[in-house]
């Protein structure tokens, strides 16, 4: 089974407001990463972070973790309408040879 | 930086043609490809995973003989569909990630490939 598992499934909310959007893995984990994806087009890179780390932002993003909960959160502020897509976690396993699994993803509605 | 290109971004064909679609990283050195396969509203499910100059691993259920992967530089690798059906239609992304191991990856935009 995928190794992450988003929530929601599926988020709409107005401009403006913040999204937040939570992953949850199962095993051990070298890094965890969440990705950004338009409908139709390839993944674009937002954030990684280490597990011996616990918070990261970027501009309007941030990500927490939390290794004993083996789950981590996406938080957008100040959503704006160019923020809809797709977006997923995916874990880097550095077990049985590098691999990186990912979840299921949240597809995520701003409204002007 | 980081860029990837991938190559052609569709292909509509009948069913018996062998596909190929080139993964090209522009601007690094891609110790490590990656190809994915993604169905409609779902999330991306592994199909190999190709180091430079070596035999692509294939994920459980991929069929080796129907995906061929290769990966014969530090900044090209190929998946071909070879005799393609209906039921290989799909978007097939690839991706990148190098020169070190735990680097993040980095996608190309992905290949519509429908076969009729």
């Known amino acids: 089974s995928q190794q992450g598992e988003e929530d929601p499934q599926a988020l709409s909310i107005q401009e403006g407001e913040n999204a937040t959007m939570n992953c949850s893995y199962k095993?051990?984990?070298?890094?965890l990463q969440w990705y950004r994806q338009n409908s139709g087009r390839g993944l674009v890179h937002l954030i990684l972070?280490?597990?011996?780390?616990r918070e990261k932002h970027s501009g309007r993003l941030r990500v927490t973790l939390d290794t004993s909960k083996k789950s981590s959160s996406l938080l957008i502020t100040a959503s704006r309408a160019a923020d809809t897509a797709s977006y997923f976690c995916?874990?880097?396993?550095?077990?049985?040879?590098?691999?990186?699994?990912f979840g299921a993803g949240t597809r995520l509605f701003v409204k002007a | 930086g980081a860029v990837v290109s991938q190559h052609p971004s569709w292909v509509i064909c009948k069913s018996g043609t062998s596909v190929k679609i080139e993964c090209r990283s522009l601007?690094?050195?891609?110790?490590?490809m990656f190809w994915y396969r993604q169905f409609p509203k779902q999330s991306l499910m592994l199909m190999a995973t190709?180091?430079?100059?070596?035999?692509?691993?294939?994920e459980q259920g991929v069929e080796k003989d129907k995906f061929l992967i290769n990966h014969a530089s530090l900044t090209l690798s190929t998946l071909t569909v070879t005799s393609a059906h209906p039921e290989d239609s799909s978007f097939y992304i690839c991706?990148?990630?190098?020169?070190?191991?735990?680097?993040?990856?980095?996608f190309g935009d992905g290949t519509r490939l429908s076969i009729l």
């Open positions: 972070i280490r597990s011996n780390e």
């Open positions: 995916a874990t880097d396993s550095f077990t049985g040879g590098f691999k990186t699994i």
């Open positions: 190709s180091n430079e100059g070596s035999k692509a691993t294939y």
């Open positions: 991706s990148a990630s190098g020169p070190l191991e735990d680097q993040p990856q980095h």
């Open positions: 601007d690094f050195q891609a110790t490590t």
């Open positions: 095993t051990s984990i070298n890094n």
